[in-house]
């Protein structure tokens, strides 16, 4: 009887061993399930993760695109209204849209950035500032510079490019004669000169510049050189009134080449004023710079990986 009390007790001891066991191994089993499910959500929420911020870094990307190739737009149809507009035929509305359009666009680039990119946008914008204030104030200069050049382009006939030529070859020698004397008189020179030509009468060139000592200005050109001025500028202007005569020039377009040639330009050599050209040029250059900076802007990281390999 003891003995068989003793195998039911080990039996009974031997199910609830086992049930334990069992219990403790589906825990186990239900712990490792619960890690492993949370492991496969933490990768799926990772996954999302990196997925939300790939979308929404690819739409900044896409919107700064936007900006960038909007505001490099502008930059190239102001340049090319601007070079449009060089024979002299530029309005203060035209050169106003101008303006307008690329303040609107450099305003989205200040916002979007990067600074470095902001600044090439702001060296644009100033200097296509500053040709169109020049398209105004010049504007005479610049259309009469640019019909002397392509007289023909200009729907001259082959009279008036003649006595454009002729007027070209006084203007140079104008330049000759005007040379050897210092800057700082030859403003003085030719607004004596065209004080004189609008006089009734006409006296001596050459007294009324000596009746303007200074002892700040350098000490005054000699006599032959204003003489020789005042030849060159006398054949000059009669060249550039028959050119207005016969509908060559207005007479701002010859008013402005004759002080122009008188004073500080290289005639000569054709194009444009040196400033203008000079603005022309940095501005291509701060195009270029922007646009290149946009592309590192946009690209940076693709273009690291591929100088990478």
């Not at 449009?84 to 609107?104: F, V």
């Not at 700082?184 to 510049?209: G, M, P």
């Not at 054709?270 to 946009?298: K, M, Q, T, W, Y």
């Amino acid at each position: 009887m003891a003995s068989e009390i003793i195998t039911v007790a080990a039996s009974l001891g031997g199910v609830a061993l086992g049930l334990v066991g069992a219990v403790i191994a589906a825990r186990i089993q239900a712990r490792g399930a619960h890690a492993q499910a949370e492991a496969t959500l933490r990768s799926a929420l990772d996954a999302a993760r990196l997925q939300r911020a790939t979308t929404l870094d690819q739409q900044a990307r896409d919107a700064r695109r936007a900006v960038y190739a909007h505001f490099l737009a502008a930059a190239h149809t102001s340049r090319k209204h601007i070079r449009l507009l060089l024979d002299g035929t530029a309005t203060e509305e035209a050169l106003r849209s101008i303006e307008d359009e690329l303040d609107s666009a450099l305003a989205m680039i200040e916002l979007e950035g990067p600074d470095e990119l902001g600044n090439d946008a702001i060296e644009t914008q100033r200097l296509v500032g500053c040709l169109c204030h020049s398209l105004v104030y010049q504007r005479d200069l610049l259309g009469g510079l640019n019909i002397f050049e392509f007289p023909m382009e200009s729907g001259l006939s082959e009279s008036q490019a003649d006595i454009l030529w002729e007027a070209s070859e006084s203007l140079g020698e104008l330049q000759d004669a005007r040379d050897p004397i210092h800057h700082d008189w030859r403003d003085i020179l030719i607004r004596t000169f065209n004080r004189e030509n609008r006089s009734t009468t006409r006296s001596s060139f050459a007294n009324r510049i000596f009746r303007r000592p200074s002892t700040r200005r350098p000490a005054s050109p000699s006599e032959e050189s204003i003489e020789a001025f005042d030849r060159a500028a006398m054949a000059s202007q009669a060249n550039l009134a028959e050119a207005v005569r016969i509908g060559a020039l207005n007479e701002g377009q010859a008013k402005r080449v004759l002080t122009y040639a008188g004073t500080h330009g290289n005639f000569k050599s054709g194009g444009l004023p040196s400033p203008f050209e000079r603005n022309l040029d940095g501005l291509d250059a701060a195009i270029n710079g922007f646009r290149r900076h946009a592309r590192s802007v946009l690209h940076g990281d693709e273009l690291a990986s591929r100088s990478a390999l």
